[in-house]
């Protein structure tokens, strides 16, 4: 099971929330993991990997998989979007 799961209505976005020293980061495996416990779905599904902190977000940096979200608490206000630009809105 995952960590956490959030539905955010207006959007139809799921954000699928692992911590880190739970399960792991959100890699490959885990996202294809995450997609066949959530098949025939349609909501958007959004990866994120929760993190402490700083340095135990660079231990598994290299592991992460790319269109996945990172949040660490030291540094809550933001996040880090791993390539894609579903976030980036209107240009």
Not at 2 to 18: A, S
Not at 19 to 45: A, H, Q, Y
């Amino acid at each position: 099971m995952l960590d956490v799961v959030l539905y955010r209505e207006d959007k139809d976005w799921i954000y699928f929330v692992e911590s880190v020293t739970s399960v792991g980061p959100m890699d490959p495996k885990r996202i294809k993991e995450i997609n066949e416990m959530t098949t025939g779905v349609l909501s958007g599904k959004i990866y994120v990997t929760a993190f402490l902190d700083f340095q135990t977000y660079k231990k598994f940096s290299e592991a992460l998989a790319w269109e996945t979200e990172v949040w660490i608490a030291d540094i809550a206000e933001h996040m880090l979007h791993l390539n894609g630009d579903k976030f980036l809105g209107s240009r």
